[in-house]
């Protein structure tokens, strides 16, 4: 295999696809030299519809065609004429309206053994983020309770897409944004103080002591109970009042509110870090969105806006439809968000001077601007869908167009035991925790490490914004149904032959001959294993990890079948003793295999097995 350097892109590195949408574009400058260098930016090089048309086809001639003012079809076919002289090509056929498929040489795909096996797990390493700062926010749950189903799958999400982006390429920051300010931990501070009075013995009843608070006790989950014995053990009755006039020992808030409040605050966080840990999830950043009002961030970002002539007052029209939270029939300051293609302007303060949610939102977003970030990416719950435009209109107009902001929404998570719903946790008192999941798995399996693998996988397998049904009964089943079980499986079996065969020195393999590999079912597994750069690639550009896990599968059926093919045809075993040149290949595609798979779990953040139990 050779690609001219000038024809091939420093970044291709090992992407077959890459390197061949270099030829072609090479072999479209020679046909057409007077055509610009923008004209070729749509030119695209993937894998065709139908397999039987080849293993790659281009939309060149369908894309330039008006610039180069001949038809298509005629283009196509004056293109699939050079592309057939490529050593890589053993056809080049124009087809429909402008495409031309091409179908590569065997002795081109095997080629690409010795790559993978020399790259090993970082097989798909790419430069697409060209080291670009991109700043990935995922979970973000208010620190109020236990993290449930719904943020394991988002943090599950996040942090998967944040190991695609690093593995194309970008310089990735993982982070948390913590929200401790606003009515809902206010609110968690009034409930956390009611268990500090139980723990001392108060002799308030809940419903009494709920009468007291504002908006009512919101809180009632088991987890503050040990919030509550802590508060005691570090304050001791100091918060309380022992004056007989005092109703059961409760002060008013003015004494202990902001205390209680930030010292529950910072143990829930750890909850929710140890919550995340079981996961495998570990943030780099960890940013309190109470420290950013503390230090005026929210007023830094108003004058920012205000410079630009970006802020002003006045009267929204009545929204259409479902009237939200924030919108009143007053004067309001407002930011000017349609300018950015929002359908409407946006409150900032409402008309008594308090600010909104998107005031402190607009705050943090500054706050990762100034930080120096290219890009930033958020993974959100479904129901925060109606926030994306805002959010993107505030970081256009913040940035002056300069930094992007993508929001991958994530579904909610059904989570099934013996066929019904699982709704309710002992812990939390109305949701499944995310805590209840792992444990529920892990006792399926034999350590916390497997369940958490079952875990994330099954939270990729399918695409953010579908809602999922996580079935307890099948995350485990050992069948191909199961994707977990079906990748992993073809992991263990890719060992279990190396390790019968003395485990072989990877370069070893790299260096032996190949042409024993020409069976159908063994081009088909290199095939996939080439496309593995280009799924990378593809995947982190449109921000879907799932993509990772669809890959796996198909990759393991495909060894599958070629396992199943050498029970069924003694030849195509991959052990012969009588055949010490074909066995030597047959191992060196083992081993590719088996590397390709761990790049593609070390992204999912799922640990690979060495055999099945």
Known sequence: MTIAPDAAPADAGHDIFAALRARTIAALRDLLPDLPEDAFARVQMEPPRDAAHGDMATNAALVIGKAARQPPPKLAAALAAVLATLPEVAEATPAGPGFVNLRLR???????????????????????????????EYVSANPTGPMHVAHARGGVVGDALANLLAKAGWDVTKEYYINDAGAQVQALGYAAYWRYLQALGTTLTEEQYAGLVPGGLQYKGEYLIPVGEALRDRFGTSLASEDPEHRHGMLGPDHWLDTVRAFTVALMME???????????????????????????VEQAEALLQAKGLIYRGILDPPKGRTPEDWEPREQTLFRAARFGDEVDRPLRKSDGSGTYFANDIANHLHKIER??????????????????????????????????????????????????????????????????????????????????????????RKADAQMEFDLDKVLEQSRDNPVFYVQY???????????????????????????????????????????????????????????????????????????????????????????????????????????????????????VEEMR
């Open 271 to 297: 909850a929710i870090r140890d919550d995340l840990a079981l996961l495998g999830i570990h943030q780099d950043v960890f940013v309190s969105e109470a420290q950013l009002v503390a230090e005026g961030k």
């Open 106 to 136: 065997e002795d081109f795909l095997r080629a690409q053994l010795p790559l993978i096996l020399a790259a090993s797990e970082a097989y798909g390493d790419g430069t697409a983020g060209r080291g670009r700062r991109v700043n990935v």
């Open 372 to 461: 120096g970030f290219d890009e930033l990416v958020h993974v959100w719950g479904a129901d925060h869908g109606g926030y994306v435009k805002r959010m993107q209109a505030a970081v256009a107009a913040l940035s002056d167009g300069r930094v992007g902001l993508d929001v991958v929404l994530a579904q909610v998570v059904h989570v099934v035991k013996d066929g019904k719903p699982v709704r309710m946790s002992k812990r939390a008192g109305t949701y499944v925790t995310l805590r209840d999941l792992i444990e529920e798995v892990g006792q399926k399996v034999a350590g916390a490490g497997e369940a958490r693998d079952a875990v994330r996988f099954t939270m990729l397998t």
């Open 490 to 608: 073809a992991h263990a079996r890719c060992r279990s032959v190396l390790r019968q065969a003395g485990d072989p020195p990877v370069a070893e393999l790299a260096a032996t001959p190949l042409d024993a590999l020409g069976d159908p079912a063994e081009l088909a597994l290199i095939r996939r294993m080439a496309a593995w750069p280009r799924t990378v690639e593809a995947a982190a550009i449109a921000r879907e990890p799932h993509r990772i896990a669809f890959f796996l599968h198909d990759l393991a059926s495909d060894f599958h079948v070629l396992w199943n093919r050498g029970r069924d045809d003694a030849t195509l075993r991959f052990i012969r003793g009588d055949e010490p040149e074909a066995t030597r290949a047959r191992l060196a595609l083992v081993a590719a295999t088996a590397g390709v798979i761990r790049s593609g779990l070390a992204v999912m953040g799922v640990t690979p």
